[in-house]
């Protein structure tokens, strides 16, 4: 049989001299097998990687949805007029329609759409983009409807606060081009300076003061724009579209509720399930098979050392467990690293798939990491189940008389 050696915790006196004997021949054979130690671990830990980020790119797209449609965009409707709505009578769709969403619960501004001029340190382009101006002395209200802060800091953007010639600008668009703040960017001909980048995952917009806009453009027009926390029903929809379209007093262009960009990404949330299932299935079979062969050479290796326990008095169970406590340790070690390398790629993966029409989110719950973990030992239980068959069917007589 293979030479035995010393290994560096037989030097550490106060915990070898305490491990039982059956742990000391463990820990021993781990490192007599370095090629099968290495390899598992290996196989486990590339298993675990691909389990944890299928489930950690869904975690990503379901971010998009939870944070920018619950907590950048605080509003369920937009829509666009060209009216007067203070000259509406009161039984007008449109002043029905605020009246039932309550005080305070919708915000009059002015946007447009214009061309935003970007050259960042990773490529240079134009992107239509919606420019909302937020007006002095309306900050805090306008914050209630849409949260602009920094993703990593968590810090208040207050777009009045950045001076007369700044812009802010949203992270899906600043992270394609390489656009940070103190950056300059062109909106319609006119240079500013990036003032700060907006945690935001898809849409084209922008973000200015009346100040800044004022001093580039002139005087700003009436508001256009109406944002609304009306809490309406997904079902009311359609109806409350038609009825508000046809409201021709206040000269509505179009409404947009946040229930059509849900459905979206729904969908694209059942096309990550099956993604994930391809993940773990193509995952679950490379552990199955590495594993597999692993334990089947190891066995077939030390079949005269098996005998010779089993001879000497070891139950199957015992002998089972003088195999497979190897086999443990090493899985469990392979998943531990696997669950880095997962965070590692998943990371890898999300920062190069970005583009202006969606940034992936940068998390992964805590639930997927537990699933991965779990996942991985199962398919590693399944094999070594299977391999002990062939582990209790080892003839003690022929193992004993064959040469190694």
């Not at 007006?135 to 409807?145: H, I, M, V, Y």
């Not at 880095?340 to 992964?364: K, Q």
């Amino acid at each position: 049989p293979k030479p035995g050696k010393r290994i560096w915790l037989e030097r550490v006196g106060f915990i070898w001299n305490h491990l039982k004997f059956k742990w000391k021949a463990t820990i021993r054979n781990i490192f007599r097998y370095k090629k099968n130690m290495i390899l598992t671990i290996i196989s486990v830990m590339g298993c675990t990687a691909l389990i944890l980020t299928g489930f950690g790119l869904n975690d990503s797209v379901v971010a998009v949805t939870d944070i920018q449609y619950g907590q950048v965009f605080l509003y369920d409707t937009v829509i666009e007029y060209s009216g007067d709505i203070a000259d509406l009578p009161e039984d007008s769709a449109l002043k029905e329609f605020l009246n039932d969403a309550g005080e305070g619960n919708s915000l009059g501004l002015y946007t447009e759409s214009g061309t935003l001029v970007l050259n960042g340190s990773k490529s240079e382009g134009r992107e239509n983009v919606d420019l909302y101006v937020v007006r002095d002395g309306t900050a805090e209200q306008f914050r209630s409807f849409i949260d602009l802060h920094e993703r990593k800091k968590s810090a208040i953007i207050d777009v009045t606060e950045g001076g007369d010639n700044v812009i802010i600008i949203p992270e899906n668009i600043a992270i394609v081009y390489g656009i940070s703040a103190g950056d300059t960017v062109t909106y319609n001909a006119t240079d500013f300076t990036v003032f700060a980048v907006c945690e935001s995952y898809t849409g084209t917009y922008a973000y200015m003061s009346e100040t800044a806009y004022e001093k580039a453009f002139g005087e700003i027009a009436a508001d256009n724009t109406l944002l609304v926390k009306s809490g309406i029903a997904e079902s009311d929809v359609d109806g409350t579209t038609e009825k508000l379209l046809a409201d021709t007093d206040a000269g509505i262009s179009s409404v947009e509720f946040v229930y059509a960009s849900l459905s979206t990404f729904s969908g694209l949330e059942s096309t990550m399930g099956l993604v994930i299932a391809v993940l773990v299935l193509c995952a679950g079979a490379l552990a199955a098979i590495v594993l597999y062969n692993l334990t089947n050479i190891n066995i077939d290796e030390r079949r005269r050392e098996i005998a010779t326990l089993r001879v000497l008095g070891y139950r199957k169970y015992e002998v089972a467990g003088y195999i497979y406590r190897e086999s443990a340790i090493l899985t469990l070690v392979g998943t531990l690293l696997g669950l880095g390398l997962g965070f590692l790629l998943h990371w890898f993966i999300v920062s190069r798939v970005n583009s202006v029409a969606m940034m992936f989110g940068r998390v992964i719950a805590g639930w997927s990491y537990l699933w991965a973990f779990l996942l991985t030992i199962a398919f590693a239980v399944v094999v070594y189940a299977f391999m002990l068959i062939k582990l209790n069917r080892i003839n003690m007589a022929e193992s004993l008389k064959s040469n190694e």
